[in-house]
């Protein structure tokens, strides 16, 4: 039975360094793609701890792109200056990207009735999309849906879970 173990673990390790041997290289049409540019579809292999991500822009953690929240405080739907430039960031894409879409997703915390956060999140996401707009993006790629406090994104009856549920979401179709 332990030399079955040995067997499965050199296996895995000869699997795994193969794996590995081809991480990072591009061919043809690949090896002159953008490296981290937000423009039309281009693949980027900025390295993500010790490997390199390999995809699409949109879905690099380390672009600008992925940050997809915005906060908002109590009562409010006025956009925050510090997130004027993850809309700004958004907005490029979608500008530079004209088939490219997003829904702009409203939320608020439990405090107030029903009907009140549902049109605390639609404000909420038309200002969002008001900002995208004056930014470059197009009216026909944005979209706006209120959840209101049902689809809260931290449960708790506290200032730390209410501030969390208080935002807007940016949401790529999937691929």
């Known amino acids: 039975m332990r030399a079955m173990w040995k067997i499965v673990l050199l296996a895995f390790a000869v ?56 906060y908002f405080d109590l009562d409010s739907s006025q956009v925050r200056e510090a997130d004027r430039d993850v809309l700004a960031n958004h907005a490029a894409y979608l500008k530079e990207n004209p088939q490219a879409v997003i829904t702009l997703e409203g939320h608020g915390d439990e405090r107030g009735s029903p009907e009140y956060n549902i049109a ?44 969390q549920n208080r935002r807007v979401e940016l949401v790529y179709p999937s691929r």
Not at 52 to 63: A, N
């Open 120 to 163: 605390l999140g639609e404000r909420r996401a038309q200002a969002v999309r008001q900002v995208m707009e004056l930014q470059g993006a197009t009216t026909q790629q944005l979209t706006t849906v209120s959840y209101g406090e049902e689809k809260p994104a931290v449960e708790g009856h506290d200032e730390s879970a209410w501030s």
């Open 15 to 70: 699997a795994a360094v193969s794996g590995c041997s081809s991480m990072g290289k591009k061919s043809g049409a690949d090896a002159g793609a953008e490296t981290g540019a937000l423009g039309d579809g281009a693949t980027t292999g900025v390295g993500v701890g010790s490997g390199t991500f390999q995809g699409m822009s949109i879905d690099d953690p380390r672009s600008p792109l992925a940050q997809r929240v915005i």
